[in-house]
């Protein structure tokens, strides 16, 4: 429990502490990572968590929409199971050095998607997601950049159509398989160079 609210105080710290970075006031970043699973011969995973769209409304503050989805499969290939998240992000960083940047960014999502899609106790769900979380970012040049999330500190729910209106509640804090990943971002200035 102790590592869990040091993590958690980190990320609030991070997020707190951000300040400026390299992105220009009026620029467009569009951003996302594809991921794939395979469950040890038992099915696979293939998704995307997020992608998504943002406008600089400042030098280092991003606000936007994003998307992910999961589409799990069995042995068979058979479809059993699929997630989608789709919502607004906020997202604020702090440069450290030249070519390093610290972000920290919040998710509100609403949820949706089907389990177990083949068998009789199938059923649809939905519910909501808050997700807060940090990302070192290594700056490619051209706009270009490479961020690694590293932990999280989340909260979903989701109810089911099912008779028996399945309620799931997950709360993540820390760092675990789920919570590490890496993806591309794409700064678009249209602004000119000032000389």
Same mark, same amino acid.
């Given at each position: 429990?102790?590592?869990?609210?040091?993590?958690?105080?980190?990320?609030?710290?991070?997020?707190?502490?951000?300040?400026?970075?390299?992105?220009?006031?009026?620029?467009?970043?569009?951003?996302?990572?594809?991921?794939?699973?395979?469950?040890?011969?038992?099915?696979?995973?293939?998704?995307?968590?997020?992608?998504?769209?943002?406008?600089?409304?400042?030098?280092?503050?991003?606000?936007?929409?994003?998307?992910?989805?999961?589409?799990? *499969? +069995?042995? =068979?290939?058979?479809?059993?199971?699929?997630?989608?998240?789709? /919502? #607004?992000?906020? @997202?604020?960083?702090?440069?450290?050095?030249?070519?390093?940047?610290?972000?920290?960014?919040?998710?509100?999502?609403?949820?949706?998607?089907?389990?177990?899609?083949?068998?009789?106790?199938?059923?649809?769900?939905?519910?909501?997601?808050?997700?807060?979380?940090?990302?070192?970012?290594?700056?490619?040049?051209?706009?270009?950049?490479?961020?690694?999330?590293?932990?999280?500190?989340?909260?979903?729910?989701?109810?089911?159509?099912?008779?028996?209106?399945? *309620? +799931?509640? =997950?709360?993540?804090?820390?760092?675990?398989?789920?919570?590490? /990943? #890496?993806?591309? @971002?794409?700064?678009?200035?249209?602004?000119?160079?000032?000389?």
């Amino acid at each position: 429990m102790q590592f869990k609210f040091i993590t958690a105080l980190l990320l609030i710290l991070g997020l707190a502490f951000a300040g400026s970075t390299f992105a220009q006031q009026g620029s467009v970043m569009i951003y996302g990572s594809l991921n794939y699973q395979d469950h040890n011969k038992t099915g696979q995973t293939f998704g995307a968590n997020p992608i998504g769209v943002g406008y600089f409304f400042n030098d280092h503050a991003v606000t936007g929409i994003n998307y992910a989805f999961s589409r799990e *499969k +069995d042995a =068979l290939h058979d479809l059993v199971e699929r997630h989608h998240e789709a /919502g #607004l992000f906020y @997202s604020d960083s702090k440069m450290l050095g030249e070519h390093f940047v610290l972000i920290g960014q919040l998710d509100a999502h609403y949820v949706w998607g089907s389990t177990d899609l083949n068998t009789a106790g199938a059923y649809d769900y939905k519910g909501y997601l808050f997700r807060l979380y940090p990302l070192v970012g290594v700056l490619l040049g051209h706009g270009w950049a490479l961020k690694a999330k590293f932990c999280e500190l989340s909260y979903k729910q989701t109810k089911g159509n099912d008779a028996a209106q399945t *309620k +799931d509640k =997950l709360f993540i804090a820390g760092i675990n398989g789920s919570t590490i /990943g #890496l993806g591309v @971002s794409k700064n678009i200035s249209f602004n000119k160079h000032r000389s």
